[in-house]
């Protein structure tokens, strides 16, 4: 019986196995740091308190629970013994006929990962609650501050980065401070919080149009949000970031700038990129190891364009598909296919009632972009119950402009260590 | 202007602080740890992965955003200065005309207090979270664990204290093994979970009549779990659980067993109870104190029957109201009154379809008690929205076996330090 080995359950993942789901004469083991998939690009909606975690994660083996050919492991990936074709896990050694890498990639800060403590970027459920907490506690610490420069500090949200996760969470913090807190604080007003958006390059929303990166731009002044270009931060601390010779005071001090694929890449021959990511071939299997095959945020392909794909969901979806069909073909004594993408555009997110959106020649920018955007993330969203709570929450939020998920929820368990509230300034 | 200073938003704080919204020439400060209300009879159901967080919680300050008049602050306790009449907090000092003390109670280890870091208690939304990572990753250990005893280990949960909370964390996990988990694990039969409900005095349920106790006790082990009456717990280490010479080797413990209350209770001139509670007057003022209010959990109220209150949630919610009305018939210039409780009786459900319920001498137990345990926790669930999500989550799940919300959720949100799966037998 042959036996494929998955790592990862992100969007490759999870769509290599639903491929091999029921197969016979195949077994398939996904292994996960997590027990559950997540719905990243719903992410900064969980940082933003408007969904709960478990509105956007299901539990993988649940999702294969009806599928006798696929097992589930949560653990730890150590070694990958690519020569004797095992990996070796904190569960254990796993031998492999085929392995699917597709770990994703995580933030990275260029050197600097001391930032991160002050700074933190948002890949994982925890990291997004732990944001919430932080954004959450800015607020009410700023209400109970009498010191109108610590308040204004407090007030004051820095975003790294203006990607599509930058400008969403931009976006997202405007709306909860202009509509959901409106009435909310009595000793502050949460209008005239300031957020601001850096990018070091150009233009934020650089993977789009300069057109639709500028219209998005507007769209998030009109929002208050200040958008920075050409600014490099050169320093983040606990009571704010460094531009070169400019000094911003903030509170709080959000990543999204750099990505780095997975560190398991480090351990395979072959050709990394300057993000980390692996070269891979026209069937997005490793030169020496054709048995591997890397998909995702993990692998960098660029046999179709020229230039690597974009770490978006459409890219990992289409990748552990074709993965997987192409092993299945294999198998049964047919040639392997070559890889090829097919661009369903992109889509982010500015606040309320507005989006932009890119497929082919097609762009559009404003409601219907924003609308287009609602229907493809409910599409996409893993399962029925899933998909009605988070649209229930969705109109709700929209009618009331409340947030589903307000909650500041410390890390530590214990009664008798915690206390409460964080301090200020030191989160 | 008066001012009434509310420490806690329970239920007696917050049905206290309603009373007083909108009333003219009277400001109200509520100070809580927390920026949310929590519906405390449902913390369970977090715990079982049934429900989220925010599905039971609220903002505090959401709830008042109309009223002008009702501040809300999120701090800390540090000191109530009565003779001066103020409180001082983390967030600065806080004088009172009349001052409501609401801050509950906590878990107690009856001077064991290193048990806690093994047999977590189910106060806060943190130990929900973290009772559910330990419960969820039991099995997800046992599922990839090879050794039979230690794979027995893994799969036994050993609940301490048989009151309301223990019997309903036992039905939880005896559902979740048995229907949700049914199909889910391939190296385990999550059937053969071993679930032990450990209680030292004589019957589980001591608040319930005596028939009920026993109907409950029936119920429970035809769920599969075992009731250990006239067991008293000598010590909780990190393999399990000691009674007397009796051991259990556990890797999950949960402690549902003693309580007590706020030990600002401590600071107060006044007799308090074993329990920590401290005795009020009729009127639930302190004898020395006639300005301050002591209501729910943190409250010996034992005028009316000659036994202390139970500490359940519509004695708080009784008191609360019955406090603010009583300030302002005093600020209208009449008289206080005394406090009078009116039973509205007393429910625990007991896994699926089951529950126990006493009102007066109606005494039910099974399915139709269970459904009126159904409508009574769906209508004083707060928020119109939650209401409904919640209803939503109990019908999908009743009528799928499923649960949504099956995430282990880590304390570390950093990425570099967080190592994923917690080691095995550590926690």
């Given at each position: 019986?042959?036996?494929?080995?998955?790592?990862?359950?992100?969007?490759?993942?999870?769509?290599?196995?639903?491929?091999?789901?029921?197969?016979?004469?195949?077994?398939?083991?996904?292994?996960?740091?997590?027990?559950?998939?997540?719905?990243?690009?719903?992410?900064?909606?969980?940082?933003?308190?408007?969904?709960?975690?478990?509105?956007?994660?299901?539990?993988?083996?649940?999702?294969?629970?009806?599928?006798?050919?696929?097992?589930?492991?949560?653990?730890?990936?150590?070694?990958?013994?690519?020569?004797?074709?095992?990996?070796?896990?904190?569960?254990?050694?796993?031998?492999?006929?085929?392995?699917?890498?597709?770990?994703?990639?995580?933030?990275?800060?260029?050197?600097?990962?001391?930032?991160?403590?002050?700074?933190?970027?948002?890949?994982?459920?925890?990291?997004?609650?732990?944001?919430?907490?932080?954004?959450?506690?800015?607020?009410?610490?700023?209400?109970?501050?009498?010191?109108?420069?610590?308040?204004?500090?407090?007030?004051?949200?820095?975003?790294?980065?203006?990607?599509?996760?930058?400008?969403?969470?931009?976006?997202?913090?405007?709306?909860?401070?202009?509509?959901?807190?409106?009435?909310?604080?009595?000793?502050?007003?949460?209008?005239?919080?300031?957020?601001?958006?850096?990018?070091?390059?150009?233009?934020?929303?650089?993977?789009?149009?300069?057109?639709?990166?500028?219209?998005?731009?507007?769209?998030?002044?009109?929002?208050?949000?200040?958008?920075?270009?050409?600014?490099?931060?050169?320093?983040?601390?606990?009571?704010?970031?460094?531009?070169?010779?400019?000094?911003?005071?903030?509170?709080?001090?959000?990543?999204?700038?750099?990505?780095?694929?997975?560190?398991?890449?480090?351990?395979?021959?072959?050709?990394?990129?300057?993000?980390?990511?692996?070269?891979?071939?026209?069937?997005?299997?490793?030169?020496?190891?054709?048995?591997?095959?890397?998909?995702?945020?993990?692998?960098?392909f660029?046999h179709q364009t020229?230039?690597?794909l974009h770490?978006i969901?459409p890219v990992?979806?289409q990748q552990?598909?074709f993965?997987?069909?192409?092993?299945?073909?294999?198998?049964?004594?047919?040639?392997?296919?070559?890889f090829h993408y097919i661009d369903k555009?992109?889509?982010?997110?500015?606040?309320?009632?507005?989006?932009?959106?890119?497929?082919?020649?097609?762009?559009?920018?404003?409601?219907?972009?924003?609308?287009?955007?609602?229907?493809?993330?409910?599409?996409?969203?893993?399962?029925?119950?899933?998909?009605?709570?988070?649209?229930?929450?969705?109109?709700?939020?929209?009618?009331?402009?409340?947030?589903?998920?307000?909650?500041?929820?410390?890390?530590?368990?214990?009664?008798?260590?915690?206390?409460?509230?964080?301090?200020?300034?030191?989160?």
């Open positions: 019986m042959a036996r494929v080995l998955i790592l990862g359950s992100g969007f490759a993942g999870l769509n290599a196995a639903k491929v091999f789901a029921g197969v016979k004469g195949l077994e398939v083991i996904i292994i996960d740091q997590k027990n559950y998939h997540l719905f990243q690009p719903l992410l900064y909606q969980v940082a933003a308190a408007a969904l709960s975690p478990a509105e956007i994660a299901v539990p993988i083996r649940n999702i294969f629970s009806r599928y006798n050919n696929i097992k589930v492991f949560q653990g730890k990936v150590h070694k990958i013994k690519a020569d004797t074709k095992s990996v070796l896990t904190n569960v254990g050694e796993f031998r492999y006929d085929y392995l699917i890498m597709a770990c994703g990639a995580r933030h990275f800060y260029f050197g600097n990962e001391v930032w991160e403590e002050n700074a933190p970027g948002l890949k994982t459920i925890e990291q997004a609650i732990e944001i919430r907490r932080r954004v959450l506690t800015a607020f009410e610490n700023a209400e109970t501050e009498n010191d109108s420069d610590k308040k204004v500090k407090l007030l004051t949200f820095v975003i790294v980065g203006g990607g599509s996760t930058g400008v969403e969470l931009a976006g997202a913090l405007s709306e909860l401070s202009r509509f959901t807190f409106a009435k909310d604080f009595r000793n502050i007003d949460p209008k005239r919080t300031r957020i601001i958006l850096i990018e070091a390059g150009p233009r934020i929303l650089p993977n789009f149009s300069e057109k639709l990166s500028l219209r998005a731009s507007r769209h998030l002044e009109k929002l208050g949000v200040q958008v920075r270009i050409f600014k490099k931060v050169t320093k983040i601390d606990v009571d704010g970031v460094n531009m070169g010779d400019e000094r911003i005071e903030a509170a709080t001090v959000l990543w999204a700038a750099g990505i780095q694929a997975s560190s398991l890449n480090r351990q395979l021959k072959g050709e990394l990129d300057s993000m980390g990511r692996i070269v891979v071939e026209p069937d997005l299997s490793l030169k020496h190891y054709p048995e591997i095959f890397v998909a995702g945020d993990q692998a960098h660029s020229g230039k690597p770490g969901a990992a979806l552990g598909h993965i997987a069909k192409n092993i299945l073909k294999e198998l049964g004594d047919k040639p392997r296919e070559k555009g992109q889509l982010a997110t500015i606040g309320r009632n507005n989006a932009v959106l890119e497929i082919g020649r097609l762009k559009l920018g404003g409601f219907w972009a924003w609308i287009v955007w609602l229907f493809v993330h409910i599409y996409y969203l893993i399962g029925f119950k899933n998909k009605f709570v988070v649209l229930l929450q969705w109109a709700s939020s929209y009618l009331t402009y409340q947030k589903g998920a307000r909650l500041i929820v410390n890390h530590d368990w214990r009664f008798y260590r915690d206390d409460g509230l964080q301090k200020k300034r030191t989160h």
